[in-house]
């Protein structure tokens, strides 16, 4: 039964929702008419047709093809709705309790005190204190931050292209992204992470997240396996990390609310719960972090791909950021072409596929009334490649985006991304910023990127790039 979960990490995810189905609420079951595939196992529902589309977000696009936007199906024994439209969507608006079983995959990473999992008063709670630091006025402060941890990298950047050096460009954009969230949401004064240490956190992460997976497909590693220490090794390693920069943080007095970061906030709301905290500090630095950096390394990806686009970015970050001088938020929100451009990266790599809301009261949707405690499954992904709302799906193209919003690659409502504003100006200027200096073309020109689908889309192989410098 196991093999078929090998077949990528959101399969994983499906397993580990099972369990939380299977035996969490055993007793919720179909009572609507919502259209989809019947269960094809008595036990595992249609877990096995997960199986087989490979991912849980290949699985989404089969099942919306044929029944439509809004439709439901059996993870294990329990029915739960997916939704495929921003209409629909838009629909769940109000609920802002998330299935905290849906992300118990992470928890060994991000603790299980984490905002991740925290619903009812003490998520809205964590929310409105943590979101005052990145409101527009927050990021808008974030710039000086941001250009710096830029030029560094293209200062490297230039080194490598001058000595026609291959260039690993996921680890690039991660390692940017890392430098970037820490000090944006921890010590915006402090000097840059030193490269050893950032590729240490980065290794950290992979070695945890690589863990848990290995859990899933492989079981539990006995006491005394080697995998254990590794992974024990890495989480207090990272624990450490973020243990001595709260404690650094922790010492310092303000004159003001508007130099709090992230970390302040937290530190303030968790003053007598230490776990919580460092849960907290963790999900916003990896939540920070590797979105922003895929999303960045997508962008590039598709502006190589497509040179007649990345010199329509060229123009615009020349004309625009030109004009203003330095990057601020009225320059990037002047900059419509890039949004557009990061919105397709986000909706043709799918970046962030899932969402997820559960009520504990009966939920209207579609026409529908979903019984109380019903997953409802917001398909970000699958709604993104519809051929209806988006015509030739699988083509980028950006000018589809000009002038509206078509879904909403962060989530909707109350509950959606805190960080989005964020992701939004450190990409869009750090594409702006990369494309100025060099143009990037692929070390082997017939790579094309092969997607691994998760609760994060990355590419499956590191991608290889050459840089020509443009500019001085
Ligand atoms: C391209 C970049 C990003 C994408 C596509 C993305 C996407 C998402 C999505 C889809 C969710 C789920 C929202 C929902 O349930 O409705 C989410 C949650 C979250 N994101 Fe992001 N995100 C990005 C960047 C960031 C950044 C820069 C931060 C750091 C500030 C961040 C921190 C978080 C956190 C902490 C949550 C959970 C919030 C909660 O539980 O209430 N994300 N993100």
């Excluded at 979903?370 to 997953?375: F, K, Q, Y």
Aim: aromatic share 10%.
């Amino acid at each position: 039964m196991i093999s078929f979960f090998v077949v990528g990490f959101a399969a994983l995810f499906i397993l580990a929702l099972v369990g939380f189905l299977l035996y969490a609420s055993p007793g919720a079951k179909k009572k609507t008419d919502i259209p989809g595939p019947p269960p094809s196992d008595k036990l595992l529902g249609n877990l096995p047709d997960i199986g087989k589309a490979g991912s849980l977000h290949e699985f989404l696009c089969d099942l919306h093809a044929e029944h439509g936007p809004l439709a439901g199906f059996y993870f294990g024994q329990q029915f739960v709705v997916s939704l495929a439209s921003s209409e629909l969507m838009r629909q769940t608006v109000r609920l802002f309790d998330r299935p905290p079983e849906l992300f118990k995959l992470f928890e060994p990473l991000i603790g299980p005190k984490s905002i991740q999992y925290a619903n009812g008063l003490d998520g809205r709670t964590r929310r409105n204190t943590f979101d005052r630091a990145f409101s527009h006025e927050a990021v808008g402060r974030t710039f000086p931050v941001l250009d710096e941890c830029a030029d560094e990298l293209i200062e490297k950047l230039r080194a490598m292209a001058a000595k026609g050096e291959r260039i690993p460009l996921s680890r690039f954009c991660i390692g940017l992204a890392i430098k970037a969230i820490l000090r944006v949401t921890v010590e915006p004064d402090s000097a840059s992470l030193p490269d050893e240490q950032v590729a240490q956190l980065k290794s950290c992460y992979d070695l945890a997240w690589n863990e848990m997976e290995a859990r899933l497909t492989q079981g539990e590693p006995e006491a005394g396996d080697h995998r254990v220490q590794a992974f024990n090794d890495a989480l207090s390693h990272l624990h450490e990390f973020v243990d001595s920069t709260v404690r650094r943080r922790s010492a310092m007095k303000f004159d003001s609310d508007v130099d709090k970061t992230f970390a302040d906030l937290a530190i303030e709301l968790h003053a007598k719960d230490a776990e919580a905290l460092r849960s907290d500090v963790i999900t916003y630095m990896v939540g920070g972090f590797h979105t922003s950096g895929y999303l960045l390394l997508w962008a590039l990806y598709y502006a190589i791909q497509h040179p007649n686009l990345a010199d329509r970015l060229r123009a615009e970050s020349a004309e625009v950021l030109g004009a203003a001088g330095e990057a601020n938020m009225a320059a990037i929100g002047q900059m419509t072409f890039h949004r557009a451009f990061l919105d397709e990266t986000m909706r043709l790599s799918c970046l962030a596929p899932f969402a997820a809301r559960v009520s504990d009261t009966e939920v209207e949707v579609g026409g529908h009334t979903l019984p109380a405690g019903t997953p409802v499954i917001q398909a970000l992904g699958a709604a993104g490649m519809c051929s209806e709302a988006y015509p030739e799906p699988d083509d980028f193209n950006p000018d589809r985006w000009t002038g509206q919003q078509l879904f909403e690659p962060f989530g909707f409502g109350r509950r959606k991304c805190p960080g989005y504003r964020l992701a939004y100006a450190e990409t869009a200027l750090w594409l702006s910023r990369l494309l100025a200096a060099f143009r990037f073309r692929l070390v082997d020109e017939t790579y094309t990127a092969v997607s691994s689908f998760g609760l994060l889309t990355k590419p499956k192989e590191e991608v290889w790039v050459l840089a020509e410098a443009l500019i001085d």
